[in-house]
RNA sequence: GGGCGGUUAGCUCAGUUGGUAGAGCACCGGCUUUACACGCCGGCUGUCACAGGUUCGAAUCCUGUACCGCCCACCA
């Protein structure tokens, strides 16, 4: 009877077995041997695809990042024993702002994009030799005036620091051992990625899915950057209403607002249809003070009478309520906060500005004029007070103001030139899509519904910014040394990626550049999730390899945090949607975060981060891995290193255990004991569940059972066995028991690999061929060495065990020694169950030392036990 | 304001179709036991947030409330 866990390979078991160490030595071998290379000749449905997150490289990986790439390792793990071909890449996230202000201030430079490219230019703060530190301190050079250099300088800088970046991710990747295939590896800055990015832009463009408008647009003013809808973040700020009055034809009206700085940007008023207090107003003009500019009133559903004094000023543009009544007021504009957030100087008497006292007006402006909005609103405060429009004193509340997540000043609304990708046409398809995706867990799908059903407006995707990927666009200049923008030309598919502000279009010269009658580069940078949400086509090679492309899209599985499904998961869903008529993936599974212990989510900015590479060091690699795969899926969890530690000692646990179970190997024979039939049905039970629980991304619970079985097999069963083991019972007995042994050894083992990768990889070597992570997922069947499961047999072993401890609590409780011999057990158990206890008696009387062991008839199970004196 | 989670032992959390509340950690006590002192054995610990309802029976199903957290929102 061969199951493949007889002993025919050599055996050898250290006399001392140890975690330390099995890192380095295990992850080197499983390089040398591609044991997680991607086997690319599998078709499509025997391939395990996953999307997994590039993480951004400009930043330290912390202990989230730890958690949640472990999630996706132990489910790649399984699925590869399982005998998928699993591919499993690295992506590097380069792209963006993160990398941009992490080389300005590395480097001592800033980005001009209208320099030319200077190929021998070096940076004034360069010290990027390999083993530079790394200036994750954030440890700004001060003092030192940025040197000016050209975007394509700039691209170099970042892609230098990053590669220095990346070294140390995929070193610490290694070190907790993710199952990666690094040959997968790609960057989002790379040149792969360029080319999908602008491939796919000027394919959506063509179709007329992406296009440009000049219109209002959410900006930042330090970035002095467009930002998306879904970049946005609120946050509570102090703020106060400022009751301010215009003249209206009756006598003052009075508008309440927290931006009395933008008045002079005031383009109506508005009520609401139904509000009787302003019905009179509807139609007719009023006048703003200060500035005496003539305004319409106006009725709009959305202006609510319960706010403020029910009747509202209209700004262009002080939030995104203005946006939408200016939209369907149709009303004229009147900006005045410029890209970098001051208020721009204004000809009150040229015409465009039209006041009842023209004088008046230019000499309150003047007054505001190049402030910054927070500075101007102080000043404006004075000159209403002074002018008696203000009423009363400012009343202060606290309010949610717009910012980009990573700005630190309120978003301001601008007009500019931008380019956008048609989503709001798309929100019931992209529902649909939504449904159809499998989520782990399953209610995260509320949240991309409901952020779907809240969009704003389409995506845009242009950003004035100079680390990206660039559209890959040019426009004509015309004799006016105007751009003419509604006759893009665009690079051919075959040139793909270019750089506009080097490469030049077909057909024209270097030196037309910017010239009349030439041609002028598109500035801007497409937004970072205008790549990344090609990480599917990016990863399986879309462009430059179909038949990879075909057979790991759509890809099996996206894992990623819940924070990024509105950014990263939506857009994706878009895209696929967008090029592929396809869902990009048919799963996707949810991380939750690590908290602290005061339950906030780790993160750097609250200075609590713990050095990944020092827990693993710690507990080891195995012992971490541990912690992370008992948070479920979508689960914030809280950082544990008493889990870590618990990981940690059932690592050692695995090598004493199979230590004991390899070290004495006597021939396998027939399994006939009870006791062992028992332990191995239960073992083909373990696999069945757990083989099902991990199907359904439910890999937390499946180390729990195993976990939970483990320390049975080791404390109860070993321990019952033992004896039978060592030829007390004869050479069957011991047979059956060795067989059994080396059964649950073997499933065992494999059960924890995706977890403890590490320390059963070690184990496995000590007796069996080839790396465990590519050995076969255990099936219920190959653990049975007889025909069906037996139910009896899983009895006795459990009334055996409950027996054992009986006596052990016995000698607990005298406080005597466990080797102390019982002289005398009385069993009390139902009629029913007295022949359970018989099939185990032998093993029961040895592992107890009982020397009188007496079966008697009960109602329930009763356990005497009398101790030998 | 809308949506989604959560509330179980001092702590971190399990609890699959309703059927006598579980684990680990911590704590206390004991034990060198031929795999393991990086160990082993045993013990203590609960108004399952609250209030109703369904049911023979509810941590589990339904309704509502409170608190915590997250996501979203057109906060003048």
Not at 97 to 104: A, D, I, M, N, S
Not at 599 to 614: D, I, W
Not at 741 to 755: H, I, Y
Request: hydrophobic content about 40%.
């Amino acid at each position: 009877m061969s199951r493949g866990f007889d002993l025919t390979h050599p055996v050898h078991v250290p006399d001392k077995p140890a975690l330390e160490g099995l890192e380095s030595k295990w992850q080197a071998r499983w390089d040398a041997d591609g044991v997680y290379r991607f086997d690319r000749t599998r078709p499509r449905e025997e391939v395990f695809a996953i999307d997994t997150p590039p993480p951004t490289v400009s930043g330290s990986l912390h202990v989230g990042h730890v958690f949640s790439y472990t999630h996706t390792d132990v489910v790649a793990r399984f699925w590869r024993m399982r005998g998928r071909a699993v591919f499993y890449p690295m992506g590097w996230d380069d792209n963006g702002l993160p990398t941009e202000r992490r080389v300005q201030n590395y480097f001592g430079v800033r980005c001009d994009p209208s320099l030319p490219y200077d190929p021998s230019f070096e940076p004034p703060a360069a010290s990027t030799g390999s083993g530079a530190p790394r200036a994750g301190s954030r440890g700004e050079k001060p003092g030192k005036q940025p040197v000016s250099v050209s975007r394509p300088n700039f691209v170099e800088l970042c892609a230098r620091l990053t590669a220095e970046d990346e070294k140390a991710f995929e070193a610490l990747w290694r070190h907790l051992g993710l199952s990666v295939d690094w040959s997968l590896s790609y960057a989002t800055i790379g040149r792969r990625a360029q080319h999908v990015s602008q491939l796919s832009f000027l394919r959506l463009w063509r179709r007329g899915l992406a296009y440009q408008i000049e219109a209002p647009t959410l900006w930042d003013i330090d970035f002095r950057t467009a930002v998306a809808q879904a970049e946005l973040e609120d946050r509570e700020l102090p703020g106060a209403y400022h009751r301010i009055s215009f003249e209206a034809p009756g006598g003052a009206v009075f508008i309440e607002t927290t931006r009395p700085e933008l008045i002079p940007a005031c383009v109506a008023l508005v009520a609401h249809p139904g509000d009787e207090r302003y019905r009179p107003l509807f139609g007719t003009e009023v006048t703003s003070p200060l500035f005496g500019v003539r305004v319409p009133v106006k009725a709009h559903e959305l202006a609510d009478p319960e706010k403020g004094s029910g009747l509202a000023m209209i700004c262009t543009f002080g939030d995104v309520t203005d946006v939408v009544w200016w939209r369907s007021l149709s009303l004229p504009v009147r900006a005045i906060i410029q890209a970098n957030g001051t208020l721009r100087p204004i000809d009150w008497g040229a015409g465009e500005w039209t006041s009842t006292n023209a004088a008046r007006a230019q000499q309150a402006y003047d007054q505001l004029a190049n402030l910054s909005a927070s500075k101007a609103r102080t000043k404006i405060v004075e000159l209403l007070k002074e002018s008696g429009d203000l009423t009363g004193e400012p009343r202060p509340i606290t309010h949610a103001v717009k910012f980009y997540e990573k700005g630190d000043r309120p978003l301001e609304i601008i007009t500019s030139r931008q380019w956008f990708i048609k989503t709001m046409m798309f929100r019931e398809a992209l529902t649909t899509r939504a449904r159809e995706l499998r989520w782990h867990p399953a209610y995260m799908q509320a949240r991309l519904e409901n952020w779907i059903g809240g969009l704003a407006g389409d995506w845009c995707i242009s950003r004035q910014r100079f680390f990206g990927v660039p559209f890959p666009l040019w426009y004509p200049v015309l004799a006016d040394g105007t751009r003419d923008y509604d006759h893009p030309i665009a690079a051919s598919d075959e040139r793909l990626p270019v750089d506009p502000s080097t490469d030049v279009p077909e057909g024209f010269r270097p030196e037309q550049r910017d010239r009349p009658g030439g041609f002028a580069g598109d500035p801007d940078v497409m937004d970072t999730w205008a790549t990344s949400s090609l990480t599917p086509q990016i990863a399986g090679g879309w462009l430059d390899d179909p038949d990879l492309f075909g057979r790991v899209f759509p890809m099996t599985v996206r894992p990623q945090a819940h924070d990024i499904i509105r950014t990263w998961l939506f857009s994706t869903l878009l895209r696929s949607h967008l090029e592929m008529d396809s869902l990009p993936w048919t799963n996707a599974a949810i991380s939750g975060w690590v908290l602290d212990p005061d339950r906030k989510k780790m993160s750097k900015s609250k200075g609590n981060v713990v050095t990944p590479l020092g827990l693993l060091e710690e507990h080891g690699s195995d012992g971490v891995r541990y912690w992370a795969a008992s948070g479920r899926a979508g689960a914030d969890t809280a950082f544990d290193t008493g889990q870590m530690r618990v990981g940690r000692r059932l690592a050692i646990k695995l090598l004493n255990a199979s230590r004991f179970v390899l070290s004495n190997p006597a021939p396998t024979g027939e399994v006939t004991a009870a006791l062992d039939r028992g332990l191995l049905t239960g073992m083909a039970r373990l696999v069945r569940d757990a083989t099902a629980d991990f199907e359904d991304y439910n890999y937390a619970r499946v180390l729990e059972r195993c976990e939970s079985q483990f320390w049975f097999f080791c404390d109860d069963y070993l321990e019952l066995v033992k004896a039978r083991r060592y030829g007390d019972q004869g050479p069957a007995g011991a047979g059956s028991a060795n067989t059994a042994l080396l059964a649950a050894l073997s499933v065992l083992l494999r059960l924890f690999a995706p977890f403890l990768p590490f320390v059963t990889e070690e184990v496995w070597s000590w007796w069996r061929a080839g790396s465990i992570h590519r050995a076969a997922w255990p099936t219920p069947g190959e653990v049975l060495p007889f025909a069906a499961e037996d139910d009896r047999a899983v009895e006795a072993l459990q009334l055996a065990a409950a027996v054992l401890g009986e006596i052990r609590k016995k000698k607990s409780e005298e406080q005597r020694p466990l080797k102390t011999a019982v002289a005398r057990v009385v069993v009390r158990v139902p009629e029913a169950q007295r022949h359970l206890l018989a099939d185990a008696e032998a093993d029961l009387r040895a592992a107890g030392l009982i020397q009188d062991l007496v079966v008697e008839t009960a109602e329930a199970l009763a356990v005497h036990v009398e101790l030998a004196a």
